[in-house]
């Protein structure tokens, strides 16, 4: 889990912020999950990736003895960036393994101009397939997607956006943008923090948040039946 101290931390004009400066903890749970005791910080930030570590998700490693990875992400006041880690005590200690996946730099207009930030990782057509929070370079929030093709070799450390995405026109996406299509009136400020959920039956289910306006924000679903990822596989649930 990742938890943010009371230290402030300053960005630009907006002064110290408190909370904002994140390191990734470790607990454990004797019975089931029902409880859980925390075991301190398991990686602290690097000031070489940005002034935080956070929302880590872990990928158990398919062969007794390899690694454990760690995919989380970084804030360096300008960027957001998805970086790697990996552990070879089954979670005890962590060492990183560097840059995975960041935005379009190179492109003022791309949807992940301004980076990387939450993701979803789950099992996908022989690799694994990453749903990401992008943020374009005013502020826009939308989901991208990326891949991982040989994840039982490298435990996950190689990414690419995926190219060729049917109603897409940059690597990566956007698949699902806010307020339109799907996502429904309800999300048109901003949508993120995707959780996948890859269903025995091949399909997909999303959850994320939305807000729209002044209103607080909200949990929504989509499906894809066929498991595809474009900005028109996805329904609603009550659809």
């Keep these: 889990y990742s938890g943010g101290s009371p230290e402030p931390v300053a960005l630009g004009n907006m002064g110290g912020l408190a909370g904002f400066r994140m390191r990734i903890g ?9 409880t859980w005791e925390k075991m301190g ?3 602290d930030y690097d000031e070489a990736e940005g002034v935080f570590a956070s929302w880590p998700r872990i990928l158990l490693p398919s062969k007794d003895g390899n690694p454990y990875k760690m995919i989380y992400h970084a804030f360096n006041g300008k960027k957001w960036r998805v970086f790697g880690a990996e552990s070879l005590d089954r979670g005890a200690t962590w060492n990183r393994t560097g840059l995975i996946l960041e935005g379009g730099s190179d492109d003022e207009d791309s949807f992940d101009f301004s980076g990387i930030g939450t993701r979803a990782v789950v ?4 690799g694994l397939l990453m749903i990401y929070e ?8 939308r989901l991208g997607a990326a891949y991982c093709a040989d994840h039982a070799r490298d435990g996950g450390s190689k990414w690419e956006k995926i190219r060729d995405i049917d109603g897409c026109s940059r690597p990566g996406g956007p698949i699902l943008e806010p307020g339109t299509g799907a996502m429904g009136p309800w999300t048109s400020t901003v949508v993120g923090t995707p959780y996948l959920v890859a269903m025995p039956d091949g399909s997909l289910r999303l959850y994320f948040v939305g807000k729209a306006g002044d209103e607080g924000h909200s949990i929504g679903c989509l499906r ?4 595809d990822i474009s900005p028109g596989s996805w329904r609603s649930l009550s659809e």
Aim: proline share 4%.
């Design 224 to 227: 894809s039946e066929t498991g």
């Design 123 to 126: 099992p996908w057509r022989g």
């Design 26 to 34: 470790r607990a454990r749970s004797a019975d089931g999950g029902r």
């Design 134 to 141: 992008a943020v374009c370079r005013v502020g826009k929030h």
């Design 41 to 43: 910080v398991c990686l």
